[in-house]
Structure formats: C-alpha cells, structure tokens
C-alpha cells in the first residue's frame, strides 16, 4: 500500500513541473469540456477543478505557486467549495514531496516546521479539504522515526495533529488500537468525518491488505480489506473493497476482485464492475449517493469510467454521438462528481495518446419512485397500475430504448418516446398479474444510452389448494378417486392420516388418483403446498373405509329324497374367515366347522311319520377381521317310503318288504316239524 500510494503522488508532483500558465479551454456546447494534458482529482459544486497542474475555472487554468525556495509549482489533489486546495509540492533539497494547502491565496507548507535539518520526510500529501479549511493528509517519516510507520494528519488554523495514528519510535501498541503498520486519510466531509486505508485497526493485516475505515473523532468503523476514498455530508463512503479466500494463517491467501462500493447507515453495498469486468473502485460520491470511479470490462486489462446512481454505467457510453472529440476520447477514470452531476474524468485521445483531464455532464435519468410494491393478488389475477415518472435531470437530450417489464409483470400505459428532452418527463404505468405463486419480484427496465435503469418491482401471489374424494365413504378394497389442485408455482406434497395409505410424498401441483384401503378406519387425505416467501397452504378431505359385507349361499340338489336317499349341499362365501354348518337332521353329519366353500353329500335316514319333512340346512360364515357374518340356507324334502299296493304286483315299499319277509320266516318255522315227520 505505502509504495503504490508514494508513486502515484510523485506522478502527480512531477506532472505538475510540466509548468502551465493561465490556459484557457474552449468550452463546448457538447458533452465533453477537453481541460487539457492534466490529471483530474476533484470538483466542487462550482465547477471548479483539483488538477496536478493547477486550479480550473471558468475556462482558465491557474497553476498553483511553488513552495518558497522550490521551483516546481504545486498539485492541487482536492478543492473544496470555496476553491481552496489541499494537494502536494516539492521543497527544495526533498526526497518527495510534501503535503500543502492553498488557503486564502496563500501556499501553506504543513510540515515546514517540524522537518528541518536533518528530520526531513521521506515523502506525504494531502489528500481532502473540507469547507471549513481542514485538512487530511498522510507523511512518511522514517528520517524522524526510523521504521514508523506512514501517519495520518489533520491540518486545521495553523496547527497540524498526527491524530490518527498516536504512534511514537519505540511503541505502536496504540496505533488504531491494535498497532498500526501504516494509515492513508483520502476523502473528509464538512463534519470531520474521515474515511480512508488503515493498517490495521481491530485485528492483524489480512494477508498484507489494510482496511477501509471511518474514523468520527474518536470512534473508528471498519469497513473490510480495501480502502475508502470520498465521504459526503450523509457519512456515505465509496472506495473499493477487497474479496479473500484462504487463511492468513496458513500463507494461502487469494484474492477474488476489488469492487466499488457505497457505504450508508452500516450498509455496504457493491457496485459491481462494468460487463464482464473483475475490479472497480468508487473515487467520488456527491450529495445524493451517486458514485464515479474505474472498473475494467470484458476482453480488457484496461479501464473505462463509470457513473453509478443504482446500475453502473460506462461513462463512454454517455458522451453525445455529436461530439466531435466522441471518436478520439476514452474515459479511463471517473475521479470527480459534484451535486449537479458534473463529472470530472481522466482519459486519452487517441490521435496524441496523451492523457487529458475532461469535464461531462452526464445525461441524467431520475426514476420516480425506485421501487413499486404491489401486495399480493392470485395467480391469474392482476392489480390496479402503478405509475414510476421518468426524468431527464441532465441538460441534453437523453434516448430511451425499448422500455419492459418481466414476467409476473405487465406494462399498462407508457408515455415515453425514443427521445426525452432535457428536464422533461414521460410516465409508465405497470400492473402485477402473477402467472405463479410466491413472493415475486421483476423489474422496470428503461434502457439509455447502453445502461439499463431498472425500477425494482415486488408483489405477493398466495398458494391456493384444493383437495376432493370421489366418495366420502368407500369399502375397504375397493378404491376412490383423489383430485387435487394448486397454484402454479407450487411444490406439494401429499399426507395422509393412514400409516399404510400410499398418499404421502412430493406430489405433481394438480392431478388425480386411484386410492384404496386395507382397513376399516377413517382417513384425511390433506395436500400441502408452499412458493418462495410465501406461508404455506394446506387443503383435506375424509374418506370413512367400511369392512366389506359378509354373504353366504347354500343350494341342495336334489331339493327332494326319501328317506334313506342323499343330497350335494353346495356352499360359498364372500369375505369369510370361518364358516358353520347347521340344521339338517340327526346324523346326517351337516352340522359343524366348515371351509368358506365346497360342496358336502349328506344321506338322510331319517324316516319321517308323516308322508313327508322339510329339512332346513344353513350355512353361517363370519369375518374374524370386520366380525361381520352371513348366512343363508336351503331346504329339503324328505319323503317317507310308500306302502305295498294289492292287486296288480305293484312295488313293495322298503316297510312292506321288511314285514313280509318277516312273515315267511316266520311260516317256514312252523313248517319244519311236519317236514320232518314225514321223511321218518
């Protein structure tokens, strides 16, 4: 840090002995003002301009006198509202130059008393002067304090303060708090507020990188690796800052860019680079938080100027395509920017390859508000317009390029042309209609000039669900149909009251499907559905599973025996675990365990008094699981065996027959005796 910052102040103390007398520039009606071979640090709200090689007003370059003995005229490096100039000179017999102030019309030499003899300063400058005449700046002073470190000042009536850093030869334990290797002040407002690169201030230096810090009085902020190089009224800085990877520890630090960034109310925000770019740094920021600086850009290890009020926009880009000095002129750098959007830039003209110092007022778009919230509507929905008004703030005409409004978003009214008139202004108006749900945001592109200006658009769309069943009671086996819906843009998932229903898990936003059960039991299916910062939305519905119903059947065939005779009872059952056997008649062996179906022959012996019987046979089954039962039965005559008929040889019936041959057992027993008799 301490050997960038000495070259790049003896650049600028050396530029300075090219020794311009009163110049005039031609002013031009077009964006550029051309001030010449120079090197531009700062602008006031005057217009006027810090340049190494003097003081620009009003078309006239006044080189700074030199300090007395010395020939070389100072470099003005900051002005302030008044004119007045901090910046550096070089003494005679010097090893660099020496911090200086121009205050009322006078040269001040802020160390000419202190570094006399053989106490001379290595180098120094200073770097702000606020409107009440103090002064920042830094000085090496190795000559007065061998291995000291370089030190901040404040030069204020007079009396110049090393109260930055309170570092003596033989202690730095109290240097910024931790022991200071180095401090840098580069921007002070008018409340004494400085900001600027400290080595290091609450912990040890990172990887050889100091810290961008804020220091009011007494309390310091530290801002991160980087360095802070301008601060307006508000306390908003602008610098560049330092992204590292790797540990200090362990020696394997690397770095993934510097970028720009604006500094409020404990905010950083980074300002990115230009396209493509890896590195930028913010050197000017005026009363409204606009920031000017450097960044590199895609394809390029150069640089080109930036202006930043929300998006960062090449400067180039901004230059009239009427200027005639448009096609010979790059900006480099931005360095100065004051409260009427006057830009002072460092560039090169091609046709000399010279470095030239140029003043731009930048076309200007103010966007009215910057942001539009709109609540929330449902998907498919769309809300009142609201309206953001365009502004050119500059003093030229600026072109306006296809204006849009991304998805969830739609353009309603727009009164902009392809040209806006300087402090002229044209309104859009823009809806939200959410094609899915969530928190959504978009935004208002407005593109100018190469740069797209972009009104940040929010609005809510709630997740709606639906859920629905088929029937709100089923049978267990057999199935019903779940139909749900969501909002697009959902992710949903399925629940269900059931362990073993298959209704869980991520399902699609909206579908149908077949669903049954395996138990009696009363189940809410519900879906559940969430979008990005949105609360999540839950829908159910209840199905109340039944046991099936238990049914038995019995046939006998045939339906009609006699006595003595068979008959195939056939049975089945639905749903059954068991099944029972009863009725009939006494040993027929009905009665009793059975399958839950099959077929059993049963003989009937059963002779009835009368001609005939009805037998019932029934079949009960029943479920284990549900104890649901069935039953069912079936009848069968049973006849009793016909008589003997006289006459005519009809059949015998089974009782006749018994009886007669009961009767000629009987007769041959009474016949024995004579047969007998007579063989004697």
């Known amino acids: 840090m301490r050997g960038v910052t000495r070259r790049t102040v003896v650049a600028s103390a050396l530029m300075g002995s090219l020794a311009f007398g009163p110049t005039s520039t031609h002013a031009q009606t077009n964006n550029l003002v051309d001030l010449g071979v120079a090197t531009g640090y700062g602008v006031n709200n005057s217009g006027q301009v810090a340049l190494d090689v003097g003081v620009y007003s009003n078309g006239t370059i006044t080189p700074l006198p030199a300090v007395p003995g010395g020939s070389t005229p100072a470099s003005a490096l900051a002005i302030n509202a008044s004119g007045e100039v901090a910046g550096s000179a070089i003494p005679p017999s010097a090893n660099g130059p020496y911090p200086i102030a121009y205050i009322s019309g006078s040269l001040i030499n802020i160390f ?26 830094w000085y090496f002073a190795e000559n007065e304090i061998p291995g000291a470190p370089t030190i ?75 360095a802070g190089y301008a601060i307006n009224a508000s306390g908003q800085v602008t610098g560049t800052l330092t992204t590292i990877i790797g540990s200090p520890a362990e020696d394997t630090c690397q770095t993934t860019g510097t970028t720009a960034f604006l500094y409020t109310g404990g905010t950083t925000t980074s300002l990115g680079t230009l396209p493509g770019g890896k590195n930028s740094t913010g050197y000017a920021v005026n009363v409204t938080g606009q920031v000017v600086g450097s960044s590199d850009f895609t394809g390029s290890s150069s640089t080109h100027a930036f202006f930043y009020n929300g998006v960062m926009t090449d400067l180039n880009a901004l230059i009239g395509s009427s200027d005639p000095l448009q096609p010979f002129v790059t900006l480099t750098s931005a360095v100065g920017i004051n409260d009427s959007r006057l830009v002072l830039a460092n560039g090169v003209d091609s046709r000399t390859n010279l470095a030239h110092a140029y003043l731009l007022q930048a076309p200007y778009i103010q966007l009215a508000p910057m942001a539009l919230s709109f609540g929330t509507e449902a998907v498919g929905g769309a809300t009142q317009p609201q309206s953001v008004v365009v502004t050119n703030g500059g003093t030229t005409a600026i072109s306006l390029g296809a204006i849009s409004a991304n998805s969830n978003f739609s353009l309603r009214a727009n009164s902009c042309s392809a040209s806006l008139a300087s402090s002229a202004q044209c309104m859009i108006s823009v809806a939200f209609t959410p094609h899915v749900a969530g928190a959504l945001t978009g935004g208002l592109t407005i593109p100018s000039a190469g740069t797209n200006y972009v009104v940040a658009l929010s609005g809510g769309a709630p997740v709606t669900t639906t859920i629905s069943a088929s029937a709100s009671t089923a049978t267990v086996g057999t199935s019903i149909t779940i139909t749900w819906g969501a909002a697009a843009g959902s992710a949903c998932t399925g629940q269900s009251s059931s362990a073993t229903s298959p209704w869980s898990g991520s399902i699609a936003m909206s579908g149908s499907k077949a669903l049954t059960d395996t138990a009696a039991e009363t189940v809410t299916y519900s879906i559940n559905c969430t979008a990005a910062g949105t609360p999540a939305v839950s829908a159910t519905t209840t199905v109340v599973w039944t046991s099936p119903r238990v049914t038995a059947t019995l046939s006998a065939s045939p339906t009609s025996i006699t006595a003595g005779q068979s008959t195939t009872l056939t049975w089945t059952s639905s749903n059954a675990t068991t099944c029972s056997g009863t009725g009939g008649a006494s040993g027929d062996n009905w009665a009793g365990t059975k399958a839950t179906s099959g077929s059993q022959t049963v003989t009937e012996p059963f002779v009835p008094a009368n001609p005939s019987v009805t037998l019932t046979f029934g079949i009960t089954c029943a479920s284990k699981t549900s104890g649901l039962s069935g039953s069912a039965s079936a009848n069968v005559v049973d006849n009793r065996p016909s008589a003997a008929k006289s006459g005519g040889g009809g059949a015998f019936d089974s009782l006749s027959l018994v009886l007669l041959m009961s009767g000629a057992a009987l007769a041959s027993v009474r016949r024995r005796p004579a047969l007998q008799y007579r063989i004697r």
Do not use: H, K, R
């Open 112 to 137: 000419a008393a202190q570094f006399v003899g053989t106490a001379a300063m290595d180098d120094g400058a200073s770097t702000a002067i606020n409107s009440s005449g103090t002064v920042i700046g």
């Open 152 to 226: 901040g000042f404040t030069y204020s009536n007079g009396v110049e303060t090393d109260n930055f850093v309170p570092c003596s030869a033989t202690s730095t334990t109290n240097c910024s708090g931790q022991g200071a290797s180095g401090e840098w002040p580069y921007g002070i407002n008018d409340s004494g507020e400085v900001t600027g690169s400290v080595s290091y201030l609450t912990e040890p230096v990172i990887c050889g990188f100091a810290d961008a810090f804020i220091f009011s009085g007494t309390s310091w902020t530290d801002l991160g690796p980087g």
